[in-house]
């Protein structure tokens, strides 16, 4: 089973109740905190932390000798975050998503797979709750990737608590939830 605790403002006391849902169950349960710009579950429940992983994501890395400043990977960057020049290409990585659009529009092969850090996903234990969050990087904005990575860890257990990150739009959730609940099945 999973519980989604949900809401389209911040301050609605998403976190509480959802703490005390997963008390008040106890057993076997996971407890998501989805809040990955300002998780606080952690803060309430103060929980043994037994593992944390950094969460990176992949970033262009141009070989200069290689590339002939023709353009053509910041024409297929849809977050312009490549700028060509004449005589140098310039990587914004704070926009960049990751996709890899750049590395398979280059015609010389010149970018390959560099990756930077957006977060850190932790997971600890309050008695039978297991409690798994991620902390968002200062000045990141790549939310999803984290809040994903949180979601991941969730596959082998059966109920599951989420308490979600603030502003949600109730359709954006449920796409999310939904590949959750796949994930799960
Ligand atoms: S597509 Fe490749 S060769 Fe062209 S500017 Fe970009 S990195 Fe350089
Ligand atoms: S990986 Fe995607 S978003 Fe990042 S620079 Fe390349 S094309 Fe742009």
Request: charged share 20%; glycine share 8%.
């Amino acid at each position: 089973m999973i519980l989604s605790i949900a809401s389209g403002k911040g301050g609605t006391g998403k976190t509480l109740i959802a703490a005390n849902i997963a008390i008040s169950v106890g057993g076997n349960i996971q407890l998501l905190d989805c809040d990955v710009e300002e998780p606080n579950l952690h803060l309430l429940l103060h929980p043994k932390v037994v593992s944390e992983e950094t969460v990176y994501s992949m970033v262009p890395s141009v070989n200069e000798e290689l590339c002939d400043h023709c353009g053509r990977c910041s024409s297929f960057c849809s977050y312009k975050a490549l700028f060509v020049t004449p005589m140098k290409i310039l990587v914004f990585p704070e926009l960049c998503h990751g996709c890899g659009s750049c590395i398979l529009a280059c015609p010389k092969k010149a970018i390959n797979e560099g990756k930077r850090i957006v977060g850190v996903l932790k997971r600890g234990y309050k008695n039978s709750i297991e409690l798994i969050y991620g902390e968002l990087k200062i000045g990141e904005r790549m939310t999803t990737l984290l809040i994903r990575e949180v979601k991941n860890i969730s596959v082998e257990m059966r109920k599951m608590l989420l308490s979600t990150p603030h502003p949600v739009h109730p359709v954006r959730w449920s796409k999310l939830l939904g590949e959750a609940t796949s994930a799960s099945s």
